[in-house]
């Protein structure tokens, strides 16, 4: 359906805590510990996990023309990567913009403070699930050729 598509990737553990906040608080509040501690957090999880990585392979599949472009590489190396956005959309942007771009890099809509459950969320059969969704999804990576998985999103 598309000639080309630009495919970004977050890390899943923090995409998955990003936006189960947004869904429990909209997108500038906090899940409550409650909400952490209720079974609405396995639920979502156990749906959203397999959602991150078949969303990924997908695009892998039948995007006929595709840039991978990974969320944390943008927030290290903002300029770098607009550059490599703009060459693949064949387009040219100005320095002027791509420093106003940077200079406003953090924009308004994130939440206050890095507010997270106190304990870590994620159980260990949780853990065992994503992590084998990231081996998936950084085997597809590597046999297409693109940008694999940043090191720190891979089980240690």
Same mark, same amino acid.
């Given at each position: 359906?598309?000639?080309?598509?630009?495919?970004?990737?977050?890390?899943?553990?923090?995409?998955?805590?990003?936006?189960?906040?947004?869904?429990?608080?909209?997108?500038?509040? *906090?899940?409550?510990?409650?909400?952490?501690?209720?079974?609405?957090?396995?639920?979502?999880?156990?749906?959203?996990?397999?959602?991150?990585?078949? *969303?990924?392979?997908?695009?892998?599949?039948?995007?006929?023309?595709?840039?991978?472009? *990974?969320?944390?590489?943008?927030?290290?190396?903002?300029?770098?990567?607009?550059?490599?956005?703009?060459?693949?959309?064949?387009?040219?942007?100005?320095?002027?913009?791509?420093?106003?771009?940077?200079?406003?890099?953090?924009?308004?809509?994130?939440?206050?403070?890095?507010?997270?459950?106190?304990?870590?969320?994620?159980?260990?059969?949780?853990?065992?699930?994503?992590?084998?969704?990231?081996?998936?999804?950084?085997?597809?990576?590597?046999?297409?050729?693109?940008?694999?998985?940043?090191?720190?999103?891979?089980?240690?």
């Amino acid at each position: 359906m598309f000639d080309s598509a630009i495919l970004l990737i977050r890390n899943p553990y923090r995409s998955l805590i990003a936006e189960f906040n947004r869904k429990c608080a909209g997108h500038l509040g *906090h899940a409550t510990e409650a909400q952490w501690e209720s079974k609405e957090w396995p639920e979502f999880v156990s749906s959203y996990a397999p959602w991150w990585a078949s *969303h990924a392979l997908s695009w892998m599949k039948f995007g006929r023309r595709l840039l991978v472009v *990974h969320y944390e590489e943008m927030q290290r190396a903002l300029l770098s990567q607009l550059r490599l956005i703009a060459a693949f959309l064949n387009i040219t942007i100005s320095e002027e913009r791509l420093l106003c771009s940077q200079s406003n890099q953090d924009g308004y809509f994130k939440r206050p403070g890095a507010q997270q459950p106190s304990l870590d969320p994620f159980t260990p059969d949780m853990r065992q699930m994503i992590d084998s969704f990231i081996l998936t999804v950084d085997l597809a990576l590597q046999s297409r050729n693109f940008s694999r998985i940043p090191q720190e999103y891979l089980p240690r």
